[in-house]
C-alpha cells in the first residue's frame, strides 16, 4: 500500500511560465498533503500544508499567490508554481497523509524544476 | 520552523566498515524519523522510533533515541557501495504532523 504518485519527474520552463506540478495518492485516501522544497545541497523545508476543501496554510516566507495549491480531492493534490522565476528552481516533494491507516512515510517521487 | 542538525555533513567508508550519523533537535516529539535520498531522487523511509523508545533495530539499521537530550543516531552496519545517499532525521511533534528535518549526512561508501 501507500503508493504515492508525482508528476512531471522534472519539468524546465521559461521565466516568467507556470508549472502545475500533480501529486496523487493511488491507494489510499490523502486528507492532508504536504508540499516540500529542497534547494540544492540543502534539507527538505515544509512550504504549505493542505487540506481536502479547504485552503492551504504556507509558511513563513512562502508566497501564497505564488505556489497555489489545489487539493479539491482525496487522492489528487496540485502544486502551481506561477510566474516562476529562476531563483523557484528547486527540488518539490509532496507526502500525502491519511488520518487512519498509518500511511504517511510515504513521499512522492518528487519535481526537479528548472527556470531558465 | 528550525532544522535540526546532523553531523557529520559528510562521511565516506569502506564497504563493509561501519556508518554512524547523529541527528539532534529542538523540540517534544512524538517520533523521530530517517530517510534516505539517492542524488536527485526522493525520500525512502527508513525507520521510525517513537518518543517512548530508545532503540530499534531494522536488518543493518540500529536507531537510537535520547529523548533527554533530543539527539538520534542511525548505525548502518557492514556497509555496502548501494548505500551511498543522503540521510536525513525528521521530526514529528505529533502523529501526522509536519516533518522537521536535520540537514542530512552525505554518505559515500566506497567499494
Known amino acids: 500500500g501507500a503508493v504515492v504518485s508525482q508528476h512531471p519527474s522534472w519539468v524546465i520552463c521559461k521565466s516568467g511560465t507556470s508549472v502545475k506540478i500533480e501529486c496523487r495518492s493511488l491507494?489510499?485516501?490523502?486528507?492532508?498533503m504536504f508540499w516540500y522544497r529542497q534547494f540544492p545541497k540543502q534539507s527538505l523545508m515544509l512550504m504549505a500544508t493542505?487540506?481536502?476543501?479547504?485552503?492551504?496554510?504556507?509558511e513563513q516566507g512562502v508566497e501564497k499567490d505564488k505556489f497555489l495549491i489545489n487539493h479539491a480531492s482525496l487522492t489528487l493534490s496540485t502544486l502551481t508554481v506561477t510566474s516562476a522565476h529562476p531563483e523557484d528552481s528547486s527540488f518539490y516533494i509532496c507526502?500525502?497523509?491519511?488520518?487512519?491507516?498509518?500511511?504517511?512515510?510515504?513521499f512522492g517521487s518528487g519535481t526537479r524544476l528548472t527556470v531558465v | 520552523s528550525q532544522q535540526g542538525e546532523e553531523d557529520p555533513q559528510a562521511l565516506s567508508i569502506q564497504e563493509g566498515e561501519n556508518a554512524t550519523m547523529n541527528c539532534s533537535y529542538k523540540?517534544?516529539?512524538?517520533?523521530l524519523q530517517w530517510y534516505r535520498q539517492n542524488s536527485g531522487r526522493g525520500l525512502v523511509h527508513l525507520i521510525l522510533?517513537?518518543?517512548?523508545?530508545r532503540e530499534k533495530h531494522s536488518g543493518r539499521l540500529r536507531v537510537t533515541l535520547d529523548t533527554s537530550k533530543k539527539s538520534s543516531s542511525l548505525l548502518i552496519t557492514a556497509s555496502r557501495a548501494a548505500d551511498t545517499a543522503s540521510y536525513f532525521c525528521?521530526?514529528?511533534?505529533?502523529?501526522?504532523?509536519?516533518?522537521?528535518f536535520g540537514e542530512g549526512t552525505q554518505l559515500t561508501v566506497n567499494p
Open positions: 507526502k500525502p497523509w491519511m488520518v487512519r491507516g498509518g500511511y504517511g512515510y510515504t
Open positions: 491507494d489510499f485516501q490523502a486528507t492532508t
Open positions: 493542505s487540506n481536502e476543501g479547504s485552503k492551504a496554510t504556507y
Open positions: 523540540t517534544s516529539i512524538n517520533n
Open positions: 522510533i517513537r518518543s517512548n523508545e
Open positions: 525528521a521530526t514529528e511533534e505529533t502523529s501526522g504532523s509536519r516533518l522537521t
